[in-house]
């Protein structure tokens, strides 16, 4: 609502206000696609193309192609057809990707289009795929053609001068050096060159820290999150479940360095079929169907564990143990319906996924389904835990005993359990004000609802909880890999803040997400430290890490198999407003 000179509103976000002129636009939350067509047509009418938007940002129009489709109105012509001049435009600032509409040359909205789906006009409905096809072409060539704008592999060694080198075996940072690289390894550690070589590009690290790259372990990955996950210092991500093709496919374009992205550890996803069956990973309906699964994926090669799902039944999982221990896999997993921790850790797995999946067992009955809501509201029923119960301590016991990991996400509970609508999720309190309108207003909406206050304390008080149970853990001494299941990146940040949280030193933390985890995947010869000979994989942030780990989240340079990347170049792109400076850099001759 605008009043005079002031706007107001109020959304699933919560309520707002600013200063209002005719030179803005408000963004409506969750809006159809026609809102597209409202901003196009105020966008086009503006010098520039560009306008300031409500409840922040900037929007941005551009045209990026002309194209002709088919309108099957059977007045036009005497077969029915006629060919519509389409212009297709790309909207930015409203989220981290472009939103494409086609218009006609006289202003009208023909379609809204997207990789999956369209909203176009009825007599034009054959040329949906069309459409689709296009926009995921254009998402495509977009993240090409960012690759080809941030990737910096320089023709001459590379030096990284005046930096401060955590250093994860003894959980301390150096005395300031220079790191010398040689395509994608570490040449040379030395000290600070005071007059930059002209056989070098070396780029001033001001005092700064240079942290080996972290790992995100519990990853989905995309185009999107692969980019974003380099330029916050993810250089490595094991990925939890994907579709097949699509994940090779964005493998080797990483390896080819067309697209931006991590290195990728791969989990081989089996799901039951049910009524409830995840749409990622390959479906059995038998025992025998889920080890022949086990065994197509040990014949493709590259997997390094299996991820078992919530439809498997429970009395499959040991012949689907020695199965995938037969082809050297490890097992990882949710707890199948149905089926307790206990049973599951017996049965051979060696890892645990997501904290909650364990904690579910000591206060549900074995009847109640954890593929529906009880996987969520069940965790209310954490608050009550005694964490001096015999069945804790049992669990806790065959974990020790077994080694036995678990890849709690700690940072989707936090989301899940503490986030309420209006209120800016804790965990992105650093780095929201930088973000699209969008991803600001996702950060004051909660994933649940709360029906009263006595469930908004029980969900709290659940969270306290969880993290009660893995300080145990960790002073018990089982090991706890950090992943976030929502897109790492920014999130993984969070999720090391809340290891902090459980007994770790800030250091201890740095070092379980680099060198613990690079040895933990087999990598430890490679990656995890910073050292001769190791593969350059490492990031650049100007403050010191060990004292306030939230530096890790300003980072101003990255370094991952031979190319450099600066982030303050590639944030606008997604209309993220960058962290820190781009540091000085020397090109030599």
């Known amino acids: 609502m605008a009043v005079e000179d002031s706007a107001s509103w109020q959304d699933a976000a919560g309520e707002g206000s600013a200063a209002f002129s005719g030179d803005s636009v408000y963004v409506a939350q969750n809006a159809s696609p026609y809102a597209l067509y409202i901003y196009a047509t105020a966008l086009l009418n503006t010098q520039g193309n560009t306008l300031a938007a409500l409840p922040g940002g900037e929007l941005k129009i551009e045209k990026i192609d002309t194209m002709f489709l088919q309108s099957s109105n059977s007045l036009q012509s005497s077969n029915g057809d006629k060919a519509v001049e389409a212009n297709i435009f790309a909207i930015s600032g409203i989220s981290l990707n472009p939103s494409y509409i086609a218009l006609s040359t006289e202003g009208q909205m023909l379609a809204y289009l997207s990789p999956r789906f369209t909203v176009i006009q009825r007599d034009m409905l054959s040329e949906d795929k069309k459409l689709r096809e296009l926009a995921a072409g254009l998402n495509a060539s977009r993240f090409v053609e960012i690759a080809k704008r ?44 005071q007059t930059p070589s002209a056989d070098e590009v070396v780029i001033e690290g001001n005092g700064g820290s240079l942290i080996p790259g972290l790992y995100e372990m519990h990853a989905h990955l995309g185009d999107n999150n692969a980019l974003l996950n380099v330029m916050a210092g993810v250089t490595s991500v094991r990925d939890m479940g994907n579709q097949n093709e699509v994940l090779a496919a964005l493998d080797d374009k990483i390896a080819r360095n067309i697209l931006i992205g991590p290195r990728i550890t791969k989990s081989a996803f089996i799901e039951g079929k049910s009524a409830f069956s995840a749409a990622t990973g390959e479906l059995a309906a038998s025992e025998q169907e889920a080890v022949e699964l086990i065994k197509k994926h040990a014949e493709r090669g590259g997997y390094h564990q299996i991820k078992i799902y919530s439809s498997i039944k429970g009395e499959w999982v040991p012949a689907m143990v020695a199965e995938a221990k037969k082809h050297g896999m490890r097992v990882a ?13 017996l049965s051979g797995y060696d890892e645990v996924t997501h904290i909650n999946q364990l904690m579910l067992s000591w206060v549900l009955e074995r009847e109640e389904d954890t593929r529906t809501l009880f996987r969520i509201t069940g965790m209310k029923r954490f608050a009550d835990l005694d964490l001096n119960d015999p069945a804790i301590n049992t669990s806790l016991d065959i974990m020790v005993d077994r080694k036995i990991a678990i890849d709690p996400t700690i940072v989707i509970h936090e989301f899940g359990l503490t986030a309420r609508n209006g209120e ?37 008080a659940a969270f306290d909880k969880v993290l009660a149970v893995l300080s145990l853990m960790h002073q018990r001494g089982i090991f ?78 990255v370094a991952k198999d031979g190319q450099i990347y600066f982030p303050s170049q590639v944030y606008p792109e997604f209309g993220i407003k960058p962290f820190t400076e781009m540091p000085l850099v020397h090109y030599g001759n």
């Open 150 to 193: 941030a990737s910096n592999a320089f023709d001459k060694p590379v030096r990284i001068n005046n930096v401060r080198i955590f250093e994860p075996q003894t959980l301390s940072l150096s005395q300031p050096k220079s790191v010398l690289l040689h395509q994608n390894k570490i040449a040379a550690i030395e000290a600070i060159v």
């Open 333 to 345: 997993g949710h707890i199948p319906a149905f089926s307790k921790v206990d049973e599951m850790m």
């Open 424 to 460: 800016t999720r804790i965990g992105t309190v650093d780095y929201i004000d930088n973000m699209p309108i969008s991803v600001q207003r996702s950060a004051r909406q909660a994933l649940l609802n709360v029906a009263d206050e006595a469930e908004d304390q029980a969900y709290k």
């Open 480 to 557: 706890i890999v950090p992943g976030t299941d929502l897109g790492g990146a920014f999130e993984l940040h969070r999720e090391l803040e809340l290891f902090s949280k459980i007994g770790m030193s800030n250091a201890q933390v740095l070092r379980r997400a680099s060198y613990d985890m690079a040895h933990y995947l087999e990598y430890g010869d490679q990656l995890g430290s910073i050292e001769v000979g190791k593969l350059a994989d490492f990031f650049l942030v100007p403050g010191n890490p060990l004292d306030d780990l939230r530096e890790i989240k300003r980072v101003a340079m």
